[in-house]
Structure formats: C-alpha cells, structure tokens
C-alpha cells in the first residue's frame, strides 16, 4: 500500500469525527455562579458531634468495669480486657476501671480521663476528684484508666469521666464524656 492513500484516508476519518461527534467527553460542567455556602457545602447530612456522649471514631470499644485481665494477642501483643463491666459501683469499689480498645495508629498518643462529680451531694460539680493518664505507643492497641476513690471513698451518686485525646487537658482535645453511678447494689 502506498503512503500517499492513508493521508486522505485518516483526513476523512478525522474531519468525520470532529462534525458527527457533537460533544467531547473532556468538556467540563458549567459553573455555578452565587451559591449560598448551605447549598454547596456539606450537601450529605451528618449529625453533630456529641462530647456529652461516649466516645466514638477513635475506640473499637469503652467501656467501665470493675477489674481488667491482660492477656497475649493474636499478634503476640498484650491486650487488656475488662473484667465485670459495670456502670454501678458500690462505695467501698477500691477503684473504677475504663477499658478500652483502639483502631491500629500511626503515632503514639495519650488517653486521659478526667473524673468529676456529676451530682454527688458535698462535692462541687466542676471540680475534678481524679485522674489518670494512659500513654498509647505504636503496637498498643488497648489500654484502661484508672479512677481511684476521693478521700473518704465514693459518695453515692452519679459522675461523669470527660474523656482527652493528647499530651495535655483542655477543651479542643475533649473526644467525650462517660458517666457512672455509685449506689448500693441488691
């Protein structure tokens, strides 16, 4: 076949392409001009975040309980498990346990918990009566806090454990808030 043949072979092939094709693929949707930022941001609904509710995104679970055990993972890491979950603790409960496992990380981090008097007769609510700290390396993928009792141990009541993600406490760092109840059990 001769070379001179395919140059008005593909000429017509091209020019038919560019008149029966109408649109191109490539060609971009027009602008929107003037859209109120409601209408064009967060189109999907998604409800608030809750920091007066129990924790979420963060930790596969959470949860108090009366005692932890350790035991080997499936990756030969040590996992905590709680023992007697609970959210009723009688006055005389040595300590209250949160237990909790997270999603694998990147970074290590801190996990603390801040126990205060949600309505206990004698404290004042917004005064912490304890605390502690649970430094999560790499490999951790569980932890717990441990909250021991106020001088002269736990008055019957209900209190609330604002949960921070972070080297220091302060509100940005606040991920949410679980309560538990001192009480008489039957």
């Given at each position: 076949?001769?070379?001179?043949?395919?140059?008005?072979l593909t000429?017509?092939?091209?020019?038919?392409?560019?008149?029966?094709?109408?649109?191109?693929?490539?060609?971009?949707?027009?602008?929107?001009?003037?859209?109120?930022?409601?209408?064009?941001?967060?189109?999907?609904?998604?409800?608030?975040?809750?920091?007066?509710?129990?924790?979420?995104?963060?930790?596969?679970s959470i949860?108090?309980?009366?005692?932890?055990?350790?035991?080997?993972?499936?990756?030969?890491?040590?996992?905590?498990?709680?023992?007697?979950?609970?959210?009723?603790?009688?006055?005389?409960?040595?300590?209250?346990?949160?237990?909790?496992?997270?999603?694998?990380?990147?970074?290590?981090?801190?996990?603390?918990?801040?126990?205060?008097?949600?309505?206990?007769?004698?404290?004042?609510?917004?005064?912490?009566?304890?605390?502690?700290?649970?430094?999560?390396?790499?490999?951790?993928?569980?932890?717990?806090?441990?909250?021991?009792?106020?001088?002269?141990?736990?008055?019957?009541?209900?209190?609330?454990?604002?949960i921070h993600?972070?080297?220091?406490?302060?509100?940005?760092?606040?991920?949410?808030?679980?309560?538990?109840?001192?009480?008489?059990?039957?």
């Open positions: 076949m001769h070379k001179t043949g395919a140059y008005p000429a017509a092939i091209l020019l038919a392409s560019l008149c029966l094709g109408g649109q191109s693929r490539a060609e971009q949707p027009p602008l929107t001009r003037d859209v109120p930022i409601q209408e064009f941001q967060n189109k999907a609904d998604v409800p608030p975040y809750d920091f007066d509710a129990p924790p979420q995104g963060l930790f596969r949860q108090f309980s009366e005692s932890f055990e350790e035991e080997m993972g499936f990756r030969r890491t040590h996992e905590i498990v709680p023992t007697s979950p609970t959210e009723v603790f009688r006055p005389d409960s040595p300590s209250v346990f949160i237990v909790f496992s997270v999603y694998p990380h990147y970074e290590s981090y801190q996990v603390q918990g801040v126990c205060y008097p949600e309505q206990v007769e004698g404290f004042d609510p917004m005064k912490p009566i304890a605390q502690d700290v649970m430094y999560l390396a790499l490999e951790d993928e569980s932890g717990y806090l441990k909250l021991f009792p106020p001088p002269g141990g736990w008055r019957p009541g209900k209190y609330k454990v604002a993600i972070g080297w220091q406490v302060n509100q940005a760092n606040l991920i949410g808030t679980m309560r538990f109840t001192v009480a008489q059990k039957p």
